[in-house]
C-alpha cells in the first residue's frame, strides 16, 4: 500500500534538517570556533600570576617639582630637609605564569628589570617572594623562582611552530592592573621580527596591554604558544596588534637560564649578509635567491673550519638555509660546543665543513679577519658609475684604515648611477670584485670582462666602510 503524500513530506522535511544540522556542525567544527572559553579559563588561570616589582630610586632621580631656578625651589629645599633628596620606591606591574610544580615562573625581562623587590600574586589570592634565576634581555626573557609550601599548579608550553595563521589564541594577565584578566583572539601572523636578533613573535589581535607583559598566550588546548611582549600602537593602548615571543624560543632560553643562569648561544663566526636576486645572478652556481653570503670570517669557529669570505651558507646541522635571519637562530639555539656540518657554495661548487661552534656571549668583541697589504697605484679610474683609487698610505690614514687593508678606494661616485643607489659612497673601499681578491682599477676592469664573457648581467663587490663589509651586485652592461 503506497504510503500517504503527508508522510513522505514529513519524512523528506526530517532527512532536510538533519542534513542542514549535520553542515552546520561540520562548518563549526571546520571553523574550530569555540562555544565558550570558560572551561579553558578555569583550566589554566591558576598557573597565571601578576607579578608586582618595587626599585628604589634615587633622589636626584625624581622629578623637580619646580624649574630649576625657580623662586619656588628654595622653599621646596627648605621644606624637604637638608641634604640630598630622599630616594623614593617606584612600583611597576606585569605578569607571568608558573612552568612548573616546585615554583618556576616566566615572566618578561623588562617587567624585573632592576627590581629590588618582586612579589608574585596567585589566583587563589596568595602571595610569594621570587627570586630573579636568570634574564635574557635579547628576546626579553626572565625566570623567576618561588618557594611554595605545596606543589603549584602549573602550566606545560606547546609547539609555536604548529600553530597557524587564523586559529583561536586566549591571553591572560594583569592589564592596566586589573589582574587576573582574559582576552581572546586569533594567530594573525607568524614568524615577525620587531628589532631583536632572535625575535619570533607570533601577531595577535587577542587584546594586550600594559601589564599583559610577561603573561601567557595559550592554544586551546591549553598549551602556552606564547609570551606577550609587546604591542605596536601610537598612544600606548591595544589596537589589536600584540606580540607574543614564540614558545620554541622560549623553551630554549628558559631551559639556559635553569641550568646555568644565564644563556650560552652558539657561536659560528662569521658576518653574513641576505642573497638578493641580483646578488644571486652573479654568483656561479647559485639557481635561486637564498642562503647566507658570508661577507667576513674573524678569528673564530668559521675561520678554524676553513670558510672564507664570498662564501654562500647553504646548509648548517641538516637544515636548509633560507636567509640570515634563520641561520642566526639555529645556530643560537645550537649547543656551544657542538660539531656541526656547514654546507657552503664556493666557486660554483658545494662544499661541507666541520665547525665546532663556540659562545656567543663570549665572541661580542671579535676582531675581523685581516688582509694582506696592499700595492700602491695612485692614478685614478672611473668605472660602473664610481671614481676609484689605489690605497695610498695618504687615503690609507684618512679612512683610518689598518696597515694590512687593500683594495680599491672610492672616491667619488656618480648620483645618477646604480652604485648611488646601492648606496656606495665616497670612502668605501672594494676589496673584492667577482669574489676575488681586488687590488688595482685594471684588475677590475678585467672581473667586468670576465664577467661580460660570462653572459653575466652584474657583478659582486666586497665593499667595505669602516669594520662594515656588505656585498654590493651591479650591473655591467654590454661594453
Known sequence: MPAAPGILRGFWLFVLALAFALAQAVSAQARGTPESFADLADQVSPAVVNITTTTTVAGSDAPRMFPEGSPFEDFFREFQGPGEPAPRRSSSLGSGFVISEDGFVVTNNHVIEGA??????????????????????????????????????????????????GEWVMAMGNPLGQG??????????????????????????AAI??????????????????????????????????????????IGVVDQLKEFGETR????????????????????????????????????????????????????????????????????NTAVGKSVR??????????????????????????PAAQPGPEEEPAESQMLGMTVSPLTEELRAQLELSSDAEGLVVTDVDVESEAYDKGLRAGDLITE?????????????????DA??????????????????????LGIGEG
Open 180 to 205: 587576573f584578566s582574559v582576552s581572546a583572539g586569533i594567530v594573525s601572523a607568524r614568524n615577525r621580527a620587531l628589532s631583536g636578533t632572535y625575535d619570533d613573535y607570533i601577531q595577535t589581535d
Open 452 to 473: 661580460r664573457d660570462a653572459g653575466r648581467k652584474s657583478l659582486l663587490l666586497l665593499v667595505r666602510r669602516g669594520s662594515d663589509p656588505r656585498f654590493v651586485a
Open 265 to 332: 648561544r652558539g657561536w659560528l663566526g662569521v658576518r653574513i649578509q641576505d642573497v638578493t636576486p641580483d646578488i644571486a645572478e652573479s654568483i656561479d652556481g647559485l639557481e635561486e635567491a637564498r642562503g647566507a653570503l658570508v661577507t667576513d670570517v674573524p678569528e673564530g669557529p668559521a675561520r678554524e673550519a676553513g670558510m672564507e669570505s664570498g662564501d654562500v651558507i647553504l646548509g648548517f646541522d641538516g637544515i636548509e638555509v633560507m636567509d640570515t635571519r634563520q641561520l642566526v637562530r639555529v645556530v643560537a
Open 209 to 250: 596591554n600594559r601589564g599583559n607583559s610577561g603573561g601567557p598566550l595559550f592554544n586551546m588546548d591549553g598549551e602556552v604558544i606564547g609570551v606577550n611582549t609587546a604591542i605596536l600602537s601610537p598612544d600606548g593602548g591595544s589596537i589589536g596588534i600584540g606580540f607574543a615571543m614564540a614558545s620554541n624560543v622560549v
Open 116 to 165: 629590588d623587590e618582586i612579589l608574585v600574586e596567585f589566583f587563589e589570592g596568595f602571595e610569594l617572594q621570587a627570586e630573579v634565576v636568570g634574564t635574557d634581555p635579547n628576546t626579553d626573557i626572565a625566570l623567576l623562582k618561588v618557594a611554595p609550601d605545596e606543589p603549584l599548579r602549573h602550566v606545560p608550553f606547546g609547539d609555536s611552530d604548529a600553530a597557524r595563521v
Open 342 to 367: 656547514v654546507t657552503v657554495l664556493r666557486d660554483g661548487k658545494s662544499q661541507t665543513l666541520r665547525v665546532t661552534l663556540g659562545r656567543r656571549e663570549t665572541a661580542e668583541g671579535s676582531v
Open 433 to 449: 670584485a667577482g669574489q676575488e681578491r681586488l687590488t688595482s682599477a685594471e684588475e677590475l676592469e678585467a672581473r667586468i670582462e
